[in-house]
Structures are given as structure tokens and as C-alpha cells.
């Protein structure tokens, strides 16, 4: 499986030549992906590159149209989505927002309220919160499930930037906490390349994937221009352990001075 840094034993889920066609449209073709436990993975790629339904495919919403989803047995998904629109008509606290989600007791949603910082504003109108409050409402829904694997669409956007930062903290601390692995997806790279393990970019395809590196400045990270041919992309520069023949297909170097040795790896932006 390619670029794959987990074994079939300890996989969450994986797919393996996963295609997806919608309204006569290829939307997803031949991926190759599998999340570990304890692994955070962020998802990149312009509007339109799939990553939605590469996510609706995970949780079991959209079906294959070849290749296969699977799923460790007895696998919990906790989900976090992109957007949530809430009737402003309708009254509601964040303590009843978080108790609609499915699953736990008052305790349980106590200690997920206090786990994402949210406790103090239970009270509160959901309606009234900042951003980055209803962010993290939202990722105590998800928990509530218990989850082995969380998966954020998004997770900070209308957040601003301290508190992207401050968002992605929480998310690396609740991995490391539960053990639970995490598929993201975000354009926040700059921020998010810290805290994550490993960067797939797809374009309809799996582009490429690998280990973000340690940056000591602001990465190559762009918002692009354009319509929806030319999307909004992420650039980014990342280690390599492998190589794209003329045909786009990803040529693999495991073994040999690619991979973790203290040599010079070839690197490049992606746009």
C-alpha cells in the first residue's frame, strides 16, 4: 500500500484502489490510504480534489464504486463536520448542543465539555459563541462516541489564528491522551504541520504523501487564486521516499538513502 506508515495490524481503516464516480464524474481514483493508532494524518488538495468524499467514504456514507474500505472490527468513528447549520430561532446551550450527539451520560458529556475547554460556557447559547468555542462544541460531540478514530472536516476554520494554533494543541494532546487515531482535513498547514504526522495530498488521485517537516519558519504554504479550475491550494515542502514516473504513478524507495538516513532528500512544493 503506498506510502502507507502502518501494517494491516494496527490500521483503524484502509482503503486500497478506492474510486469513486459520481454523476458521471471520476471524484476519487485508485487510493491507497491507511490511518494507524495514534497516527494523525491531514488531508490537502484544492476545492473539488475529493477530499470530502474521501471522508463521506470512510465514515460509510458514499459507497465505492471500486476498490474497498476496510475497517478494523468494532471500529468507533467519531465525526467532526466542515459545517453544522443551527436554527437561530430555536434555543439552545452548549450543554444541550453537546448532549444531542449519541452516546454518554451526564458524566461522560461533563468530561468532554471540560476536556475541550468549553465547561465554563455550558450555559451559554450556542448561537453566541465564538468560532473557535463552537469548533471545539463540536469536537466534544465527536468524543462523546469514544472514538478510535476522530475525523475533523475542517476543524478550525472561522477560528482565527491563535486559536488555530491553540485548536491544534487540543486535537495533538487528545491523540496522545486516547490513543485514538485522527484523518484531518485542513489548507491550515502552516499550522498544522507540528502536530501531524503525516501530509496526503490528493488531487483526485493520491499526489503524494509524507512526513511534514520540522520547520522553524512559516512553511511554503499559499493561498492560490483563480476559479474552480484553478482552486485554492495548499503548497507545502515535505521529505520525499519516492519518486513520480512520467504517468504520475509514485515510484517507492524503501531501503535504500531515502528513507532516514541523515542524507539530503529530494524535496519540492506542491501547487
Known amino acids: 500500500m503506498p506510502d502507507s506508515l502502518t501494517t494491516d495490524t494496527n490500521a483503524l481503516i484502509s482503503t486500497m484502489g478506492l474510486s469513486v464516480r459520481l454523476d458521471g464524474r471520476d471524484i476519487l481514483n ?15 488538495g484544492p476545492n473539488g480534489a475529493g477530499k470530502s468524499t474521501l471522508i463521506k467514504t470512510f465514515l460509510g456514507l458514499i459507497a465505492p464504486t471500486t476498490g474497498s474500505v476496510v475497517r478494523r472490527a468494532g471500529l468507533t468513528i467519531g465525526y467532526m463536520p466542515q459545517s453544522l447549520s443551527l436554527n437561530r430561532n430555536m434555543p439552545m446551550s452548549v450543554r444541550r448542543f453537546v448532549g444531542m ?47 478510535d478514530l476522530l475525523v475533523l472536516d475542517e476543524p478550525a476554520q472561522a477560528v482565527d489564528i491563535s486559536g488555530q494554533a491553540e ?3 487540543l486535537i495533538e494532546k487528545i491523540r496522545d491522551q486516547r490513543g485514538c487515531g485522527v484523518l484531518m482535513v485542513s489548507h491550515d498547514l502552516h499550522l498544522v504541520m507540528s502536530a501531524t504526522d503525516r501530509v496526503v495530498c490528493i488531487n483526485n488521485h493520491l499526489c503524494c504523501a509524507g512526513h511534514p517537516e520540522a520547520v522553524s519558519r512559516d512553511p511554503s504554504y499559499v493561498a492560490l487564486f483563480g476559479d474552480q479550475v484553478a482552486a485554492t491550494l495548499a503548497l507545502y515542502h515535505h521529505d520525499h521516499d519516492h519518486t513520480h514516473t512520467v504517468d504520475g504513478h509514485v515510484v517507492h524507495h524503501h531501503g535504500d538513502h531515502h528513507e532516514h538516513d541523515g542524507h539530503h532528500h529530494e524535496g519540492h512544493d506542491h501547487g
Open 30 to 44: 485508485g487510493i491507497d490510504l491507511s490511518i494507524g493508532e495514534k497516527e494523525i494524518v491531514t488531508v490537502i
Open 101 to 147: 450527539s449519541s452516546g454518554g451520560g451526564k458524566g461522560q458529556r461533563q468530561a468532554v465539555l471540560e476536556e475541550t475547554g468549553v465547561a465554563h460556557i455550558v450555559n451559554s447559547s450556542i448561537h453566541d459563541v465564538s468560532g473557535g468555542e463552537f469548533q471545539r462544541a463540536l469536537l466534544a460531540r465527536a468524543l462523546l462516541r469514544n472514538p
Open 167 to 169: 485548536l491544534y494543541r
